[in-house]
């Protein structure tokens, strides 16, 4: 299967990583290392940031120092799940709007059925960093992805935390141009179109639900 994917390899996100897909990590463990990995990772995606240079006045004397040139960063979970990696990414980058897309996946189907959609007003001039914990069947996010440039985006990430090589191929094909992140690849879904090896589900995981 011809993919392509960015998997970030950090130590601390893969030893992180390591503990959140353990049965055993209880719904607190779960959310505090999925809001540490996401700012992780919002650190590893952020590297190419266009930077301007600027003088600054020390206590000593004037420095030629670069700062981030203008960009309008949003971040827009997917529903419900995405919202468990919001935390990291605003912490990073307090001056990000927050967008929100719900979407459900039909249990018959596996297909996205689109309910919720709120994002902020200057679509056209953001850079979007779309975050969800699952790539698995990928219909979800290219569904989002579509969403967000029917409504005017032009540049677009996707982040996550776990994928598979079908989410993956999904989203490549429909979206070539947008590139994908993760903490790892896994091996393919299974019958109930669920991550294998994975983490189970996500949003039950973050909210305690069931």
Do not use: W
């Amino acid at each position: 299967m011809d993919i392509k994917i960015n998997i970030i390899n950090h130590p601390l996100i893969q030893h992180k990583l390591s503990f959140i897909r353990s049965k055993d990590t209880g719904t607190k463990d779960f959310r505090e290392m999925l809001e540490e990995i996401s700012l992780l990772m919002a650190y590893e995606i952020t590297r190419d940031l266009p930077l301007e240079n600027v003088v600054i006045e020390t206590p000593v004397g004037p420095a030629n120092c670069k700062v981030i040139a203008g960009k309008k960063i949003a971040v827009v979970p997917i529903l419900r799940a995405g919202l468990g990696m919001i935390s990291g990414f605003i912490q990073l980058i307090p001056t990000a709007k927050v967008g929100h897309v719900g979407l459900y996946r039909d249990p018959e189907t596996l297909k996205p059925v689109e309910y919720y959609c709120k994002l902020p007003s200057d679509v056209s001039v953001r850079d979007f960093i779309v975050v969800d914990p699952m790539l698995a069947t990928g219909g979800s996010a290219a569904a989002a992805i579509t969403l967000l440039k029917e409504k005017g985006a032009k540049n677009i990430k996707l982040v996550c935390l776990v994928a598979a090589p079908e989410g993956t191929k999904v989203v490549n094909d429909e979206h070539p141009d947008v590139e994908i992140y993760t903490a790892a690849l896994d091996e393919h879904l299974n019958d109930h179109g669920y991550i294998v090896p994975g983490l189970g589900d996500a949003g039950d995981r973050i909210f305690g639900t069931k």
